[in-house]
Structures are given as structure tokens and as C-alpha cells.
């Protein structure tokens, strides 16, 4: 079992991995958005990169809804640093 500290240092990770995972995907969507791909190609594109920010997010969530079902150990009961 992790400890409270551990449970909170998880969150934030993926908390920073969501945020920069946000950033870039939009980035790339804005490029082809603003005509960086033109035709067929470029909307193939677009969509792609919207349904892999959809699946992201999705992921994202249920890594945090999993941390909150944790039930953290307390220090000194058999938790084990790694």
C-alpha cells in the first residue's frame, strides 16, 4: 500500500503529464487547424489528433479516480518506500 505522501506525489505527476499532454496536443491541432496540412490529409489529421486528446483525458481521469479510491497506509505499517 502507498502512503498519503506517495498518493499525493502520484497526483501531481499526472496532474503534470495531463497539463503538458494539453498543451502539446493542442499546439499540434492549432498548427493543422491554421493550414499547416491542407485537404483530405489535414482533416484526417485533425480528427485524429481530437479523438487521441479525447482518449488522453479519458486515461488522465482514471488515473486520478483510481488515486482517489486509495485508501493510503499509515507511516510505520508496512509501507514500503521505493
Do not use: Y
Amino acid at each position: 500500500m502507498a502512503t498519503r505522501e506517495q498518493i499525493d506525489a502520484a497526483r501531481r505527476r499526472i496532474e503534470q503529464l495531463r497539463d503538458h499532454h494539453a498543451h502539446e496536443v493542442t499546439a499540434l491541432i492549432r498548427l493543422v487547424d491554421d493550414g499547416a496540412l491542407k485537404g483530405a490529409a489535414g482533416d484526417r489529421l485533425a480528427a485524429d489528433l481530437r479523438a487521441w486528446d479525447r482518449g488522453f483525458k479519458d486515461r488522465f481521469t482514471r488515473a486520478l479516480s483510481l488515486l482517489d479510491s486509495l485508501r493510503p497506509t499509515e507511516p510505520g505499517q508496512g509501507a514500503t518506500s521505493r
